[in-house]
């Protein structure tokens, strides 16, 4: 199975700020590779798939890039709605697998 | 609206069985790959299986193989999981999923979930 590294783990932020997520594939998967945003009690949001391509309706402060083993989730200007869990999913081959979060609190 | 609701949760005896079922609308059911996720109390997301859109293909994860069966009904926009031999270890709340277009795993749309709890 593919392993995916997330980090940080937890990131401390304010609004306004530039944020970056950084998943690691244990192997190479191309760009098969998604975000989500999972808030406390609620389903996950797909913000972006194919690596970099931006999930329908989603804000254009969310962006992503990467190909082969190492992805990163950008957010150019933090913003109060976005203080939440996000995960990397890749989908490159069966089984996909998740990484472990990162939780960006205040 | 895509829709996705499911049910069937709830606490269960290790060794014992739960259905769950999901509920589509708002989109046309039988053109996508359905997926379940689940998510321990927690903890973060894991991918439980996935069926093609006519069920004739099915995937799961190792934990769940010869365990779980993932199934659909396309004439009642239907998705189900059942679940046999339930360990502690399938606590979680269970997600149902619409992939994105063609994909066979990319969830768009994620139901709300139903909780199973397997506990003596």
């Known amino acids: 199975d593919i392993q995916m590294t997330q980090s940080p783990s937890t990131l401390a932020a304010s609004v306004g700020d530039r944020v970056t997520v950084t998943c690691r594939a244990s192997?190479?998967?191309?760009?098969?590779l998604a975000w989500y945003q999972q808030k406390p009690g609620k389903a996950p949001k797909l913000l972006i798939y194919d690596s970099s391509n931006l999930g329908s309706g989603v804000p254009s402060r969310f962006s992503g890039s990467g190909s082969g083993t190492e992805f990163t989730l950008t957010i150019s200007s933090l913003q109060p709605d976005d203080f939440a869990t996000y995960y990397c999913?890749?989908?490159?081959?069966?089984?996909?697998?998740f990484g472990q979060g990162t939780k960006v609190e205040i | 609206e895509v829709q996705l609701v499911e049910s069937g949760g709830g606490l269960v005896q290790p060794g014992g069985s739960l259905r769950l079922s999901c509920a589509a609308s708002?989109?046309?059911?039988?053109?996508?790959?359905m997926t379940w996720f689940r998510q321990a109390p927690g903890k973060g997301l894991e991918w439980v299986a996935n069926?093609?859109?006519?069920?004739?293909?099915?995937y799961y994860v190792d934990s769940v193989k010869g365990r779980f069966t993932i199934s659909r009904d396309n004439a009642k926009n239907s998705l189900f999981l059942q679940m046999n031999s339930l360990r502690a270890e399938d606590t979680a709340m269970y997600f149902c999923?619409?992939?994105?277009?063609?994909?066979?795993?990319?969830?768009?749309?994620w139901g709300q979930g139903t909780l199973v709890i397997v506990s003596s």
């Open positions: 999923a619409r992939t994105k277009g063609y994909y066979e795993v990319l969830a768009e749309f």
């Open positions: 069926i093609k859109e006519d069920g004739s293909e099915e």
């Open positions: 999913l890749q989908y490159d081959v069966y089984s996909p697998t």
């Open positions: 708002g989109f046309l059911f039988r053109t996508y790959w």
């Open positions: 192997q190479r998967i191309t760009n098969w």
